[in-house]
């Protein structure tokens, strides 16, 4: 699907030494300006698009295409300077990748970009092909989120053939702070593409996304708030005031007269009795019956 997409684009002689062994792979995958706009034009307007960039002559030519929602600065270019004016300027949300990043230069491009927190996402994580369950360091994300008083995100990147933990780090990534998950798919990963060591398949990136929402559900509330489930397992759980013996009507209420049961029915804990005690009966009520407020008088 080419509905939501993070194009990376790069130009391979600004970014790396031709004498860095890696260069003529990296040479490879550059995509030619002309090519790239080939491929924007497979994009509809309403499309989220995420523009990843690692020179300002890329971000200019992103720029100009209009069609991003959201800029990616990879922690690569976090003190760069002329990238970070520039994206400084540009009225969108920026993200700013932390993966092997120092603190001092998260701060340095978090001053630069000059603008409200609200517009600036910071990424924890990072790719080491893949990274170690041990390396992931899930709590630096309270401590940028703390420190930054902005939004966070996880950018996930542990071996997809690890039982659980492709799911499972994420999920805990989101219950320190990360409200937004990165998680490469690839089509195939039997076929060891590029970064097929952290990619999921199709099946299993819908089955993620999956667990992820349905997990969500599990911290919907900050408050103390009771959901329909906790109140039907509340009249099964709790203990209410029933007679501990035979009680004719109109007689006075006395901690003697009662024990607590569980009765599958919502009444009176011991807690809240004090306002009932010394009112009278509307009704009989005979042993282990349950007494309701709404029968006192």
């Known amino acids: 699907s080419l509905h939501d997409a993070l194009p990376i684009l790069f130009k391979c002689q600004n970014l ?3 004498k860095n062994p890696l260069y003529k792979k990296f040479k490879k995958f550059e995509i030619s300006k002309d090519n790239w706009i080939k491929i924007f034009r497979q994009f509809k307007k309403n499309q989220f698009l995420i523009a990843e960039i690692f020179d300002i002559d890329s971000l200019i030519f992103k720029n100009k295409q209009k069609i991003f929602k959201i800029y990616k600065l990879p922690s690569t270019c976090l003190n760069n300077e002329e990238m970070l004016n520039y994206l400084s300027k540009i009225n969108k949300p920026i993200i700013l990748a932390a993966g092997g990043a120092t603190f001092e230069e998260i701060t340095y ?8 927190r609200s517009d600036i996402i910071i990424m924890a994580g990072f790719q080491n092909f893949p990274t170690k369950i041990e390396d992931t360091n899930l709590n630096k ?5 703390e420190t930054f008083k902005t939004k966070m995100g996880y950018a996930d990147h542990v071996d997809s053939n690890q039982n659980l933990y492709p799911f499972s780090i994420p999920l805990m990534a989101y219950t320190l702070g990360a409200e937004i998950i990165e998680k490469h798919i690839t089509l195939n990963r039997k076929e060891k593409g590029t970064d097929y060591y952290s990619s999921l398949d199709p099946e299993e990136f819908k089955k993620f996304v999956d667990f992820l929402k349905k997990s969500y559900k599990a ?7 009771l959901t329909k489930a906790e109140i039907e397992y509340r009249k099964f759980n709790k203990t209410f005031a029933v007679a501990k013996s035979n009680l004719l009507k ?5 901690t003697k007269d009662l024990d607590f049961k569980r009765t599958n029915k919502v009444g009176i804990t011991f807690d809240k009795l004090s306002p009932y005690l010394g009112k009278t009966l509307k009704k009989n009520k005979f042993i282990d019956e349950i007494i309701l ?3 006192l008088k």
């Open 250 to 254: 109109g007689h006075k209420i006395k």
């Open 293 to 295: 407020p709404k029968e």
């Open 16 to 18: 790396m030494s031709k």
């Open 109 to 116: 491009a978090f001053k630069k970009l000059k603008k409200n």
């Open 141 to 145: 994300i309270p401590l940028i989120k």
């Open 219 to 225: 911290f919907s509330s900050v408050k103390w708030d």
